[in-house]
């Protein structure tokens, strides 16, 4: 039997999604990070890289699953993800569906609002991922992205 199929004759039609993110001195983002996850997220995982502008202690309060570096090596941001993971997996493994959101972007409400459809239908056509278009919280000239048109 399917997993949807599962869920429903369970009775389950919600979703239960992880926001993970990794986070290196992000305090003035933050705020509105956080607002923005627990839009549609059921559990909060984070792992900061040795934040020293205050971001560490903040996300310690805030976060269901918190891990913690003494400083940013700028080398291991995969390793790290994937410790994040393996922790929230094995603390939480109800979880149906992880959404990584970078801490100076968010996500758009047209998403948000849809993201019970969204997991359920990667979920019944069985993919592993899906990218989205976020919004950049830079304010800064020295920072940009160049786009690309395929």
Known sequence: MRYLDKCRRRGHIKFIICAFGQCYNEKKNLRRWLSNVKKFADILAVYDDGSIDGSKRILAKKADIFISAERNDWKNEITHKKMLLEKCYKEHPEIDAYFWLDM???????????????VG????LEKD????????LWKSENFYRKHFPY
């Open 104 to 118: 100076d972007e968010i996500t758009s409400t047209q998403v948000i609002e849809n993201m019970e459809n969204i």
């Open 129 to 136: 991922g899906m990218a989205f278009c976020n919004i950049a």
């Open 121 to 124: 239908t990667m979920l019944e």
